[in-house]
């Protein structure tokens, strides 16, 4: 079974940083893509982070580009996501999601993603 779990979150000072982990289980992380989402209180769910093993190609939102990063140990079968700088209006729930990488989708669309985790609560304090 396709299982993600997300963990790593906390509270922190705007600046600070927080590195999320995504250990999965049950697929081969050299033909899935790997997700990061969040979603704050009223808002949308929105694509943070992407990796596609399939072609190298990552994606990055504008609000986050050149302060997070996305990275995988292949061996260790988990996905991180660095956070840097971070801001109030980073606060959300964080959460991990794997799909294949032969989907004709954008990486950043949440609905071709299959495959969720609990999700991880990040909060930047102002």
């Known amino acids: 079974d396709v299982q993600l779990q997300a963990s790593g979150g906390g509270f922190v000072e705007t600046g600070g940083s927080l590195r999320l982990s995504c250990a999965a289980s049950?697929?081969?992380?050299?033909?899935?893509?790997i997700g990061w989402f969040r979603q704050a209180p009223e808002k949308a769910r929105e694509g943070v982070a992407c990796f596609n093993s399939g072609d190298g190609t990552t994606y990055y939102s504008d609000s986050v580009k050149s302060r997070f990063t996305i990275s995988h140990d292949v061996a260790r079968n988990t996905a991180y996501l660095q956070m840097n700088n971070l801001k109030p209006e980073d606060t959300a729930v964080y959460y991990c999601?794997?799909?294949?990488?032969?989907?004709?989708?954008?990486?950043?669309?949440?609905?071709?993603?299959?495959?969720w985790g609990q999700g991880t609560l990040v909060t930047v304090s102002s």
């Open positions: 049950g697929f081969p992380f050299a033909h899935y893509a």
């Open positions: 999601a794997s799909r294949r990488t032969g989907i004709l989708s954008t990486l950043r669309s949440a609905t071709a993603y299959a495959h």
